[in-house]
């Protein structure tokens, strides 16, 4: 009787590990998982780039600078630039 218990919860603990991996795969399947990688990238290449790439920065009257676009919103701009970049690239729906 005691093998039987035990070879029961073996059973549900693969069980619920099967389902995790199965969870995981969907996940790594799903474009959820290749959004969270761009928005991962681009906030380390942007923190990385900040000083070089900001496309908000306008230089008035020679020597004053002013920063028109927030950098959040400039980060937004290149993730949904790289989101429609890798969409075009994608293979398409079927």
């Known amino acids: 009787m005691t093998e039987l218990i035990r070879t029961m919860k073996k059973l549900e603990e693969l069980t619920k590990e099967n389902k995790k991996l199965r969870d995981d ?7 959820k ?3 969270d990688k ?3 990238f681009v906030n380390k290449w942007y923190e990385k780039n900040k000083d070089t790439i ?13 920063d028109l676009i927030p950098d959040e919103m400039e980060k937004r701009l290149y993730f949904k ?4 970049i ?3 690239y994608a293979n398409p729906p079927k």
């Open 54 to 66: 900001d496309i908000g920065e306008v230089t008035i009257c020679g020597k004053y600078k002013v």
């Open 33 to 35: 998982c290749i959004d």
């Open 81 to 84: 630039m790289l989101k429609l």
């Open 25 to 31: 795969i969907n996940y790594l399947n799903s474009q």
């Open 86 to 88: 890798t969409s075009y």
């Open 38 to 40: 761009l928005e991962k």
